[in-house]
């Protein structure tokens, strides 16, 4: 018990670290706070007018999928901050010290967790000011945020193997935008899947942005069609491969 | 080869309880072998140094002892404890300052080393005021509150030593902690380190600096491909390996392969070196050296500047043992 106790500590103190470097680096900073705002404002002001989307405001439409891929971005600083640590010696240091090696990897995750939430509140706000508005209550708004927390999860163990695999941070990095771009782009984030050609729809209607995007369109605007278990379980279901994947990817880099 | 037996001068280290015993500790890379059957002891209290050239296993061997590395085959114990099955609790009992420096950039110094003692489990305020300490002790009060990436690299060495300090640890392993540093950070570097011997630590030092070992280490392990080739005091390798040599500075337009002719029969068959217009030779104990060679360079009509003999040090040591010089091969790429 007090070994777990020390875990969560140990976890909270490398959170701490990983969160304290962000305001200092500038380009981090922007890629948490400006970019995302500025995306949903290009969606909303210069996409908006031309993608039909019946029966929704487009501000409405977007916010659940642009917060979804933001959230999903999140794990970038893992990827890279994770690469850098490696390369740098740190992971080395904290293996070296009497502390759960366990801590490492879990507050890696943690602090995007954190930085996804702090990122989902800034664009709530914008999204707020700009006219979008839940329809359902608030528990339930509650439910969306903490799926989508869950699903950023998901991806930042996906990033921290992109992160152990890749040759330096740079390419960690733009590995896992290649995977997640197309990704996010060929769903339902930011138009109707109807509107793609079939073979893009199929690919869309099975692609778990979709599935995740439609839970939390439920779960913010009260849309029919329930997808939040299905979403929920592609979010354990990534965890539960990547994770262990990545840990043990990385038991494999420090043996070295 | 003049090798030194370790047994017999570890016979008589093993007064008290080691600090650090290695025993048949072997590790091979794919098919590169990086230790081969290492047996040390480390008595408590003292400053044990590794010298040896690239890639002969020397950060191998403190990874392990680090229980950052498996070994393959053979033992080790740090502190009382087992590399591999009390790495947990052997843990607590070390600090490991690396060849690079292992600190956090984004962190201001004061950060980095509240965040290792909070690891340490020292607690909030300990690890705070810790932190205060070894900045003022460093040096590096000013800039304890700066992000260390505006640091000069001789403060992220210091920063790095102080990390490894934090928690007052019983042993400490520095790898090469003064690589790079220039001489006055290297001095006051070595005047800490001292000091925490003095206090009771034992730290085990790799360095590529034959002054360091020599000025710091209570012992030295010459190590070449995974092997300790010879152990023992400075003085007691320098008598056991290296001659007396005889140094000569030749004139401008003096030739060294005609001086290197006119000394070889005061040689004693090792490999004469020639720098420049400097020649040295290797002369054994040889009553009258300075004498004589100046008799025979002046038949020989060499124009000489300087002649004079020259204890052995430990580069002698090094490259008598080794084949090369340390710094040397040492300046190259990374182990």
Redesign the interface.
Known sequence: MSQLL?GI??TL?IT??NL??IP??PDLLIGFTVQPVMFVLLFVYVFGGAIKTPGFKYVDYLMPGIITQTIAFGGYLTAVGLNEDLR???V????????ARSAVLAGRTLADVIMNLLATALMVAVGLAIGFRFATSVPQVLAGILLLLLFGLAFSWIFALMGLLASSAESAGSIGFLIVFPLTFVSSAFVPVQSMPSLLQAFAKANPFTIVVDAARALFLGTPGNSIWAALAWSIGLIAVFAPVAVARYRRV??? | MQTLQPSQSLARAVSDEPAIVTQGLSKS?KNVRALTGVDLVVPPGSVFGLLGPNGAGKTTLV?IL?????PDAGTARVAGYDVVREG??L??Q???A?Q????????TGF?NLE??G????LGGRVAQSRADELLQHFDLEEAGRR?VKTYSGGMRKRLDLA?ALVARPPVIFLDEPTTGLDPRSRVSLWETIERRVAEGSTVLLTTQYLDEADRLADRIAVIDHGRVIAEGTSDELKHQVARERLEVVLGEGADPTVALQALAVMGDGQQPRVEGQVISVSVGRRPGAIVEAVRRLDTARVEIVDVAIRRPTLNDVFFTLTGHKAEESAAGEAE
């Open positions: 020390a500590g140990d103190v701490r670290r304290i470097r200092r680096a740098k010696g740190l080395d240091r904290f293996r070296s010290l009497p502390m420090v043996a070295n | 890379y990874r680090a229980t950052l590395l498996k947990g609790r843990r607590t070390i600090g490991v690396g690079y420096a292992a600190v956090d950039e984004n962190l950060e965040m290792v909070r690891l340490y489990h992000p990390a």
